[in-house]
């Protein structure tokens, strides 16, 4: 019988639409925009699947395309919602923005929502990868935004997009971000991007990861830096890793992706490439998507390693990687940079003492429960 869940958060991506228009976006779609209607459908369903199944931790992530070209009003409809569905629960609100917007009405409507908590940020401080159309400024707008968000309260977690020519500049981003005071950064390759001047390879991803480790460990790791400080954790303290790209999702938790049409998906990624679709919320409730074969993809991945990566030294350190990454070996398509990283670290003997009992991995585990993990 499966655990109890505990929580449950929903990313929901209001709009595919965006007001930048960054080189190597894959997101940009028709433009469609979630009606308020729709996000009633979604809280009422959710509130009636939490009281049943007693969860009490509830969060939502707003995504996009860039979820603030929503309004101030649209945010202000999403609390008269949240009110009448959850009066007797506070769901946790966070955003992932280019925080341009950041401004008038609608900040004040953001601070409402998620007072005191976190933003994500996305921002390319040396090269012009991130654009606004018409030539405006998008370095200086969302610099602007990261700085109206901490004086307003809010922690700004930063994504910072990976890409060869970074490798220019690996010292100068990290200190850019720390003196700039985010709380942290997530540092994330480029990925299905072809263009010659940015095309990242899987061996410039790890020397990038060698190089920032080096810069990192010079600063007595000051500053939280995504993958970096997951993997130093499990090193030293046998933590589990929390990204989802190398760690197993939270037990008893449930996570799901709602589209702008109200499609359910067990992850952006998979919304972003329109597989595993698991139904639309108008026509099934959340007890018939927590029973879905696809509710628990990550975890069902992510616990059963392809064959590829069974014999590997560094899978608990890797997890095999995104699951949205995988090549059809089941290995990620980053796999010889990470290699090329964890080697880096074990010349250096910083993995000697890594407990080898905490790698949560068992190859045997599909077979075991039946699930069937391909896209429909």
């Not at 099934?284 to 590997?312: G, N, Y």
């Amino acid at each position: 019988m499966a655990a109890p869940l505990r929580s449950m958060d929903l990313l929901i991506k209001p709009t595919l639409d965006c007001n930048a228009r960054c080189i190597y976006c894959h997101s940009l779609k028709p433009v469609t925009r979630m009606s308020l209607e729709l996000v009633g459908t979604v809280f009422r369903k959710w509130a009636d699947f939490a009281s049943r199944e007693g969860i009490d931790e509830l969060s939502i992530n707003w995504h996009g395309g860039e979820p603030m070209i929503m309004g101030a009003s649209f945010y202000r409809g999403v609390q008269k919602l949240e009110q009448k569905y959850f009066p007797d629960k506070k769901i946790s609100h966070s955003m992932q923005s280019n925080v341009c917007l950041y401004k008038g009405e609608l900040r004040e409507a953001v601070i409402d929502l998620a007072p005191g908590k976190s933003i994500g940020a996305c921002l390319d401080p040396y090269h012009p990868t991130r654009l606004l159309p018409s030539g405006s400024d998008y370095y200086g707008q969302s610099v602007e935004g990261c700085l109206r968000l901490m004086n307003d309260g809010f922690a700004v977690n930063m994504i910072y997009v990976v890409h060869k020519r970074s490798l220019e500049v690996v010292r100068e981003v990290y200190y850019f971000f720390k003196n700039l005071g985010v709380r942290n950064i997530l540092f994330h390759p480029l990925e299905e991007y072809q263009g010659t001047d940015y095309c990242l390879s899987p061996a410039e991803w790890g020397e990038f990861l060698k190089q920032l480790w080096k810069i990192w460990e010079e600063d007595d790791f000051m500053l939280t830096i995504f993958p970096l400080s997951d993997w130093r954790d499990r090193i030293l303290f046998a933590a589990p890793i929390e990204s989802c790209e190398h760690g197993l999702p939270r037990e008893n938790q449930l996570h799901l992706v709602v589209s702008p049409e109200g499609d359910l998906y067990p992850c952006h990624r998979f919304q972003d490439k329109n597989i595993f679709r698991m139904g639309n919320i108008a026509d099934v409730d959340f007890d018939e998507i927590a029973r879905h074969q696809w509710a628990h993809l990550l975890t069902d991945r992510k616990k059963s390693p392809k064959e590829a990566c069974w014999d590997c030294e560094f899978l608990s350190l890797c997890g095999s990687g995104c699951v949205a990454t995988h090549d059809s070996g089941g290995k990620t398509i980053w796999c010889e940079g990470l290699k090329a990283f964890f080697g880096f670290l074990k010349e250096r003997r910083m993995l000697d003492d890594m407990p080898a009992e905490t790698v949560p991995f068992d190859e045997k585990q599909c077979s075991q429960h039946g699930c069937q993990c391909e896209p429909g």
